[in-house]
């Protein structure tokens, strides 16, 4: 018995967290996560080469593969090109609305209209998406420039020999795979519809194979999954330890946040 009081007195000098310690955490959690955005970045480009990327990268190299025996006849069926070589589109309104969809530069202003609303809002949620993608989209726009630069294939049109991969269908399903992580199925499902519109658009405006676009998708997927790990800044469980208002003993308070 005596032991047990001693350790009960013991137990009764731990501090007590204030009132403000949670506010000054989060504060402190949120400057920590802006400041140390560029080191992060780093982190989920080595990230990028992990085990989690093996079974989706094999897969869509595996797609990518198969598809590479389609390109031409799905080239030609979507362009409809008949036997004198005359093209009636099959699908004008879908390449053109695909197009501005995941346009590099229409996406690189709803990044910047994102990061502002993200800076006026107190949602958990919304603030954390949009890291994640700020981070997909540089990323993923940095894999499909070394890979365009690197494979330099010829357009289906001629026009210049960056073909490879989709950087429209890569940047749809980054976006994609971060939307339906955060808001579930309800978006994610219509988004996944959405890209996958997208890829088809890119090979209508006669730009891309169907290869192109299998790529694109897999490099999107694999960088949307690859930011999105660990980075849920404000999703976490912290234990505090307090003491009961009569000061016999302690006890630990489990803080849950989603």
């Not at 079974?55 to 362009?79: C, K, M």
Request: charged share 20%; proline share 4%.
């Amino acid at each position: 018995m005596w032991l047990l009081r001693r350790r009960k007195h013991r137990q009764e000098r731990v501090p007590q967290p204030t009132s403000d310690q949670p506010q000054l955490d989060q504060e402190e959690e949120s400057r920590i996560s802006f400041k140390s955005f560029h080191r992060d970045l780093g982190r989920k480009f080595l990230g990028l080469f992990s085990r989690e990327s093996v079974l989706p990268f094999s897969t869509g190299v595996l797609g990518t593969g198969v598809s590479l025996e389609l390109d031409d006849n799905l080239h030609d069926y979507i362009r409809n090109v008949d036997d004198l070589g005359q093209e009636r589109r099959r699908f004008p309104a879908l390449g053109d609305v695909g197009e501005v969809l995941a346009n590099r530069w229409f996406l690189l202003a709803g990044t910047g209209s994102l990061i502002l609303a993200a800076h006026s809002t107190s949602n958990d949620r919304f603030q954390d998406m949009t890291y994640a993608w700020t981070q997909g989209y540089l990323l993923n726009n940095l894999l499909t420039e070394v890979l365009k630069q690197g494979v330099r294939r010829p357009r289906p049109n001629g026009q210049n020999s960056r073909s490879f991969s989709s950087g429209h269908a890569a940047n749809a399903f980054t976006f994609t795979t971060i939307m339906n992580h955060y808001y579930g199925s309800k978006a994610g499902i219509p988004a996944y519809s959405v890209a996958g519109l997208v890829a088809v658009s890119r090979m209508e405006k006669n730009v891309h194979y169907l290869s192109d676009v299998v790529m694109g998708a897999t490099l999107g997927y694999i960088v949307g999954r690859t930011v999105l790990r660990g980075s849920d800044r404000r999703r976490r469980v912290s234990w505090i330890p307090i003491t009961p208002p009569g000061g016999d003993g302690v006890g630990l308070m489990v803080s849950a946040r989603f």
